[in-house]
Each structure stands twice: as C-alpha cells, then as structure tokens.
C-alpha cells in the first residue's frame, strides 16, 4: 500500500478546533484503558483482520467484549500476508476521543500521546510517557506496539515503570536499542511537531494509524469499494480473452482456409470442377457464361482445327513439335520443343492471327540444342 507522504499538523488533546482545515491533522490523545496485542495474518484487509481478531480476543474478554473497540494498524503489509499491532480500547475513552475531533472538518487522525515520540526511542525502543497524573510505557518491536501499559503516578514513578517493563521485555525474549523518558512538562509544541514529522519519515506506516471510529469506516468503505472494481475489473478481463480466445480461433480457421487456396486459385478450381486449369478464373467465367447460354460450350474440335492450319505457318515442318496439349474449355496448355527462340515467337504471333493470346510460361535449353517451351492458350473473347 503506498503510504500517505506530506507535512501533518500534530495537535494535543484540548487544542483541537473546527477551525482547523483538518486533512493533515493528528490528534494526541491520553487514552487511559488501551492495550496492544501483536498479530501476524496470512492476508490483509481491515474488516478481515478484524472480523479474525475479534474471535482470537472475544472468549478472553468475555462479556466485557462488547464494550471494546478494535481497531487494527497494520505496520507491515505483503503480498499474502500482514503484521501489526491490535489496538483494544474502552468504548468510553474511543467515544471521548471521537466527540473532540467532531467538529474538525476534513480527516483527523487519533494516536496516543506516547506514539508521536516512536520516531525518538526507535523501531526497537521504549517510551515511557509522563503526563496528566499517568504514566504509560510503550515498547516498539520493529516499530509494532507490543506492550501499552498505563498506570496511575500515584504509588509509582517513571523510573519504576522503566525499570518493570525492561523487566517485562526480557522475560519476553526481547530486546529494547533505546529508552525514552518524555514528560509532558518538558515538552514544546515545536518539539512534538519535529519528533512526530520524525516518526513518519522513519516508518511510513504511521501515516495511517488511525484510532478513530471515523477514519477505521472510511477504510473499510475504500476496501470494499476496492474489492469491488477488482471484482469487476477480473470479470472484464476474463469476458475480453474468452472474446479474444474466440476470435483467434475463428482467424485460425480463416487463416487455414486462406492458406490453403489462397495462394493458389488452380486448386480450388479443380476442388470444383474436377479439372484442372493453368487460367481459373478464366475457365470459371467462361462455364458461368455457357450455363447462362443454355449450357453451350467449346469442344476440342474447333481447337485442333486451328492448330493444324497455322502449324505449317509457324515455319519448317521440323521448327516445332508439339508433344503435350491439356484442353480446357477455353484454350489449351501446350508442351512442345522447338530449334530456337525465334521459331517459338513465330508460332505465337501465328496464335494472335487466329484470335487467341498466347502465354509462354517458361523456355528452357535441352541437349542437343533445342529450346523446350510451356504455352498457355486463351481465346481473346474470354475477359477475366
């Protein structure tokens, strides 16, 4: 989650005012029947964990669960997984707390008093705060409340509440870098300003510690509200590549089609009508013309005959040699040898006299010095 960044406006309980433009403030607030309990979660989200949390703690409160509030802040946030700190407060101290910061117009953040000094003692410190005939001490594990602890002054000093919380981390097996002794007497605004700008900076996650009613619902309205596009979104996605998976297979289809005859008219002439043509377009306008004619058609006779009277034209008997004629209904392809180049552009020219155009399709040279030649032949009244 990106944490908010930008200058916050830290405000001690009793100072806080409506006139105040509210959507960077932070209140301060001695909350005198507060605990935190650490907790690790395989997921994240604020209703969850606290839907979760609320089953671990309830048989511990017991009937008194009903008058506590909880409110989880999160501290470290991954992919499947969540860490943080349960905050459990008296429904009395989070009802006080709210009505302070009523008035206040924009978004007004509640911490306690003690937290604003986290940046001071360290992720692995601990504060012991002094102030309005209380002390609390508060100690950091990796910048996690695990130990919130608030007692009356009178029997006890801050040193003596030091002294049994050390006591306390090290039956606990932990560890503490640094201890704070802060009274509230000896504190500035200046300095509560700096020490909680520091506290933001070094753990970002302070950003969004919120112990007000207000800003835990408006949280969980984003989740849902989140949680709802997500949802939307996914089906969306899942809609385009069903659509997109469907017309790939369709283009896949088209594109084999395509292939397969696209590129090669011939085969689908002959998949038609059974024969072949080096002319299919041609030879297919030409069997559409004889069907509107009453199904009239060419026949090899007239063919053979104009071969035959323009073979003695094209030069010596001995010129060309016709080896291979395939009729189709509108011209012939002819395989044939001849002595050079010259007698086979005679032959052509011999082929326009009649009235056909002919296409040489390829010449080559063969042993013994002849020329071997494929020659297509078309009426010229066949339009393509």
């Known amino acids: 989650m990106k944490e ?44 969850k964990a606290r839907d979760a ?3 671990r703690f309830r048989p511990l ?47 007004c953040l509640i911490w306690p008093t003690p937290l604003v000094f986290a940046g001071e003692a360290g992720p692995d410190g601990l504060i012991v705060w002094s102030g309005g005939g209380r002390v609390t001490s508060v100690w950091l594990k990796n910048w996690t409340p695990v130990l919130y602890r608030t007692v009356s002054l009178e029997g006890t000093t801050p040193e003596a509440e ?17 201890t704070l002794l802060v009274d509230s007497n000896d504190v500035s605004f ?32 984003k989740e849902r509200m989140y949680g709802v596009i997500a949802k939307s979104a996914r089906a969306v996605i899942v809609f385009g590549v069903t659509v997109l998976i469907a017309l790939c297979g369709i283009y896949a289809g088209q594109s084999a089609v ?23 377009v041609a030879s297919a306008l030409s069997k559409l013309r004889a069907a509107e004619n009453g199904g009239a058609s060419d026949t090899l006779s007239p063919l053979l005959t104009d071969i035959s009277s323009l073979y003695g034209k094209s030069g010596a008997s001995g010129d060309i040699t016709i ?30 006299e009649i009235g056909y155009t002919p296409r040489t399709d390829s010449i080559q040279a063969i042993p013994g010095g002849n020329m071997r030649f494929n020659m297509n032949i078309l009426k010229k009244d066949v339009k393509i």
């Open 4 to 47: 908010k960044t930008g200058s916050y406006r830290f405000m001690v309980s009793g100072s806080v005012t409506g006139k105040l433009s509210g959507h960077d403030v932070v209140m301060l607030y001695p909350f005198s029947n507060l605990a935190a309990h650490e907790f690790t979660l395989p997921f994240y989200g604020i209703s």
């Open 323 to 352: 080896e291979t004629l395939r009729y189709g209904s509108d011209g012939a392809d002819i395989m044939g040898t001849a002595v050079n180049n010259e007698a086979i552009q005679k032959f052509r020219d011999a082929l326009e």
């Open 190 to 221: 200046s300095d509560i300003q700096e020490c909680g700008m520091r506290t933001v900076a070094s753990c970002p996650a302070y950003g969004r510690l919120d112990l007000s009613g207000r800003g835990t619902n408006m949280q969980e309205e």
């Open 61 to 107: 409160l017991g009937e008194g669960a009903e008058d506590v509030v909880f409110i989880p802040f999160f501290t470290q946030i991954g992919k499947k997984s969540s860490s943080g700190t349960l905050f459990l407060l008296h429904e009395s101290d989070a009802a006080a707390a709210e009505k302070e910061i009523a008035e206040v117009s924009g978004q």
């Open 53 to 55: 949390l609320k089953i």
């Open 258 to 280: 395509l292939s397969e005859y696209g590129d090669n008219p011939s085969a689908v002439y002959e998949a038609a009508f059974g024969e072949r043509s080096m002319q299919p």
């Open 162 to 178: 030091e002294t049994a919380a050390l006591e306390f981390i090290k039956h606990a097996g932990g560890t503490v870098s640094k």
